[in-house]
């Protein structure tokens, strides 16, 4: 029994489709793949079809294998178009609302295609071509509305993925490239066809572009990894950002990275695994090979130092499973620099509270203590870790501590450096820990926000008048 070669390539495009249906549904966690599954798995009875065209002679036969890859080539069409959109970023325009839309044209030129409307395709019949007879028929002009929506419906991928990936890295730009020349060759393939050209006796779209379609596909998912490394849909947010951001797919390999994270550690080859890019922080590499989740300062010794926030967060799909992991490095050292500048300033603050041999309490707005000297545990008796977060009332008498609330408040809408109490015929009383009262000088230095309470306490003389 003679075969044709046409015969083998067919069936050979309907496994390489299938094949590619089954790889696209073992990454179906990812964006696009399910639709890509699907569109391969409708694409797998394009060529499988047309094997049955040329292989029997039944008019039949011939008409039935016909009309389905009108509906086939729709389908496929409509899932390539989804693939694309959730592959470049577009996934939330995606809904039951657009499929249907989408559906619409196909779904009226399936019934106008299989009740045999002479407004879609009419005459079906066979004619011989050498030893072999051929279907032939005539196009209504419903037929041409529905090419040209086909190949709008084609022809979208490729604005959307040139809109998303065209210009924005080396890999992402082939990706673009690949997926492209996959759909525009069938179109090319199919114009020719229609008027007539090259020749092939019986063969026209989609049923040649099937197999050159998946042939492209196949060697761009074996060449790039389209669907092993993550699509970017933010690319161009991410290359204008002054902080350093990497995104590594699950296999810890580079999918992007943008021009600030190159300047801190040097050219990146996309697909690269990370810890051959990272050679001059190896330790880093190592350390963070399998944490998904951190946060942490790094400092790099060099003259003068300098320091980074890395952080590190997990992508995760609308199924709830783990795709790569974004990292962001943020140049700190300003910030870090002047953090330690304050701290410093701090010590030196507090170093000279507590040699002063006066009490000193810093009191926020609510009255509460946040900090108190050594001198203000040898006076009060009050230990100093007691005293932090009690309020300052706690130092007075009893009956001085409402009214003293009163003039607290009213020093915080006013705030000046000033004494307190000469404003009255009283002289200001404290209380110890134990109880005891004993007369103090108090003066008060700050802002709305924090205040410096200095006591300083009196003579026993002053304290004997002023009992008088």
């Not at 489709?17 to 009875?45: D, E, K, Q």
């Not at 066979?126 to 419903?142: D, F, H, K, Q, Y």
């Not at 030196?348 to 545990?377: C, H, W, Y």
Request: net charge positive; hydrophobic share 50%.
């Amino acid at each position: 029994m003679h075969v044709s070669p046409l015969l083998l390539l067919f069936i050979a495009s309907a496994i390489l489709n299938a094949s590619l249906a089954i790889y696209g549904w073992r990454h179906r966690h990812l964006p696009g793949a399910i639709a890509f599954s699907l569109a391969m798995f409708v694409f797998t009875f394009l060529p499988l079809s047309q094997a049955l065209n040329i292989s029997s002679s039944d008019f039949t036969i011939k008409v039935i294998a016909l009309k389905s890859r009108v509906e086939i080539a729709g389908i496929g069409a409509i899932a390539w178009l989804v693939m694309v959109m959730q592959f470049s970023g577009y996934a939330q325009l995606v809904n039951r609302r657009l499929l249907l839309a989408l559906s619409s044209v196909p779904l009226a030129i399936m019934i106008l295609n299989w009740t045999e409307n002479p407004l879609f395709r009419s005459g079906y019949h066979l004619e011989l071509v050498g030893a072999s007879p051929a279907l032939r028929w005539t196009n209504g002009p419903i037929f041409w509305v529905g090419l040209l929506y086909l190949n709008a419906v084609l022809l979208t991928p490729i604005y959307l993925l040139w809109r998303s990936y065209g210009h924005i890295s080396p890999l992402s730009f082939r990706q673009t490239m690949a997926l492209s020349i996959s759909t525009i060759l069938p179109l090319i393939i199919n114009v020719l066809s229609q008027v007539g050209y090259p020749p092939l006796q019986g063969i026209s779209f989609p049923f040649a572009a099937g197999p050159v379609m998946g042939l492209i596909v196949a060697w761009a998912i074996l060449r790039y990894h389209i669907f092993d490394l993550l699509p970017i849909a933010r690319g161009l947010l991410i290359e204008s950002m002054n902080d350093g951001v990497l995104v590594l797919d699950t296999q810890n390999r580079i999918v992007d990275i943008n021009p600030a994270m190159q300047e801190l550690i040097g050219p990146a080859v996309l697909g690269q695994s990370a810890e051959a890019t990272f050679t001059t922080w190896p330790d880093l590499a190592a350390r963070f090979r399998n944490v998904t989740d951190a946060r942490t300062e790094l400092a790099i010794e060099r003259d003068p130092p300098q320091y980074f926030d890395l952080r590190i967060s997990p992508l995760i799909d609308q199924r709830g499973r783990l795709t790569g992991r974004l990292i962001v490095v943020r140049d700190i050292t300003k910030h870090k620099q002047t953090e330690n500048a304050l701290h410093a300033s701090e010590n030196n603050f507090r170093r000279m509270l507590e040699s002063a041999p006066d009490a000193m309490l810093i009191v926020d707005q609510e009255g509460k203590v946040t900090l108190a000297n050594v001198q203000s545990e040898k006076i009060f008796g009050h230990p100093q870790a007691e005293l932090i977060g009690q309020s300052v009332e706690i130092l007075l008498p009893e009956r001085f501590r409402e009214i003293h609330k009163t003039h607290r408040a009213e020093y915080y809408q006013n705030p000046q450096a000033r004494p307190m109490g000469s404003d009255t015929k009283w002289e200001l009383l404290a209380r110890r820990k134990d109880g005891s009262i004993f007369p103090f000088d108090i003066r008060a230095h700050g802002t709305c926000l924090r205040v410096l309470i200095v006591f300083s306490t009196m003579s026993f003389v002053n304290f004997t008048e002023t009992l008088r």
